[in-house]
């Protein structure tokens, strides 16, 4: 938990940023489609704290994020270097429902 | 006739005043076959598109000149006169006794008679990241390119140079030379728009540089410099551009960003009930911010319109190729207006 939550303190104004494209299979959870800039030091939690906010939630929902198929563990700026892309490229985001048991962001 | 958009005035303009400089065409051909043998096939293509691209935005271009003569020729003191064995200009009034007196009453040239008060010095920086392609801004801006580089070769008020921009900044044509077709077939061959970075930071520090240099090497007293900047507009650190386009404003360096939005232009078309992923313009993104408060809550998210610190004063959003010389001479006009009434 607390190193999920790390990343929300070092994404700071400069940081590296990339375009994403936010999607989900689950129509009662989409956001309008939208051209977003994201810091790349941001992981699970930080970018679950942004649908959430673009959701507008009352209670928080936690997600899990998919990038090309596979489930986003690390920062994104760390998935761009193992998959070999640069910022410079929108990156296709799927969010689901996290698979998590609810107490893992209890104190969110 | 061809008719100059938004300038009807200049039909059949200066038939007294033939240009007897090769025309740009005519200089591209030579050039292929000075270089026949040696040129590499990649060159051909570049010098292929240049020429295609000039063709393309020529009447387009011919307006932006005409309206940008307005604006700065004022400024500049330089006429053609006087009868001269060479020359810049043909004189047309001593064309019939030439031929009349057999080709002995030679004197049929006018040249630059006093040297201009001011010079400009302009720049045109390329953005040449992968984000360009991705967006797919490639082909608006090398109409963009041609259209400007162009528009500003037949103004002849002064030198133009090239840079490219990403990862690296670099320089593809120096002040110092002409900018000719063969120049424009080099700025092509020098844009990948692969470069996985884009360090806009870098290129206006760069920028600033080179332009001191060039004021250094320039005798002229009173030279304008200009930047014209073509990009997709996407970059980091506003903050800190933001503080070099202050130092350079401080250099009396004008910056003036030319956005190409080929998506929003996309948009606003027929594709605008499509779901092209991210496909849309640069005023309706957003970017996500954390800032810690201090308050010990950790930090807040904010999401902002990117446009609300995009660090550049001067900007223009090109959507359509046939949009930039009335909105590239507008800015320009405001910005000498309050040039001029800063003093
Ligand atoms: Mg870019």
Redesign the pocket.
């Known amino acids: 938990m607390s190193t999920d939550a790390m990343d929300l303190d070092s994404a700071s104004i400069s940081a590296p940023r990339v375009q994403i494209n936010l999607s989900t299979r689950d129509p009662t959870l989409s956001v309008p489609l939208q051209s977003l800039r994201v810091p790349t030091n941001l992981k699970r939690y930080g970018l679950s704290t942004l649908v959430n906010h673009l959701l507008e939630t009352a209670k928080p929902i936690p997600f899990d994020f998919l990038i090309d198929g596979q489930y986003l563990r690390t920062s994104i700026d760390e998935y761009l270097t193992q998959a070999g892309l640069s910022s ?1 490229k929108p990156l296709d985001v799927e969010y689901v429902r996290s698979q998590l048991p609810p107490t893992y962001i209890g104190s969110f | 006739v061809t008719r100059l958009i938004g300038n009807p005035k200049h039909e059949g303009l200066e038939d007294m005043d033939v240009d007897m400089e090769l025309d740009d065409n005519e200089t591209f051909e030579k050039a292929l076959t000075e270089t026949g043998h040696t040129a590499t096939v990649f060159n051909e293509e570049a010098q292929a598109l240049w020429k295609l691209y000039e063709n393309k935005t020529r009447i387009l271009s011919l307006s932006l000149t005409e309206q940008l003569r307005l604006i700065l020729e004022p400024t500049l003191s330089t006429k053609l006169r006087g009868d001269y064995r060479t020359g810049k200009r043909l004189n047309m009034k001593r064309i019939i006794p030439y031929i009349a007196s057999d080709y002995k009453k030679d004197k049929i040239w006018m040249r630059r008679t006093k040297p201009s008060k001011r010079q400009y010095q302009v720049m045109i920086a390329l ?1 040449d ?4 392609s991705e967006s797919r801004c490639v082909e608006l801006t090398f109409e963009s390119i041609a259209l400007v580089a162009r528009a500003l070769s037949h103004l002849e008020v002064g030198q133009i140079s090239v840079v490219s921009f ?1 990862e690296t900044t670099r320089l593809i044509h120096p002040f110092e030379q002409p900018f000719t077709a063969q120049s424009g077939a080099n700025v092509f061959a020098g844009l990948s728009f692969m470069q996985t970075k ?1 360090n806009m930071k870098s290129l206006v520090e760069t920028s600033i540089k080179l332009f001191r240099e060039a004021r250094q090497m320039n005798q002229q007293s009173d030279l304008w410099q200009l930047e014209l900047i073509i ?2 507009g ?2 980091e650190d506003h903050q800190e551009i933001q503080r070099l386009v202050r130092l350079a404003h401080f250099e009396k360096i004008v910056l003036i960003f030319v956005i190409i939005d080929a998506a929003g232009g996309a948009m606003g078309a027929e594709n605008y009930n499509s779901k092209s992923k991210g496909s849309s313009s640069i005023l309706d993104m957003k970017e996500a911010v954390f800032t810690d408060q201090g308050d010990g809550r950790g930090p807040k998210l904010q999401v902002n319109r990117y446009m609300d610190t995009f660090p550049f004063s001067y900007y223009l959003i090109i959507r359509r190729i046939e949009d930039l010389p009335g909105m590239l001479s507008t800015a320009l006009r405001q910005w000498f207006s309050q040039a001029a009434e800063a003093g």
Do not use: N, P
């Not at chain 2, 990241?129 to 360009?132: H, I, Q, V």
């Open positions: 410079e | 953005d990241s992968k984000s360009m990403g884009t990009s997709d996407i970059c």
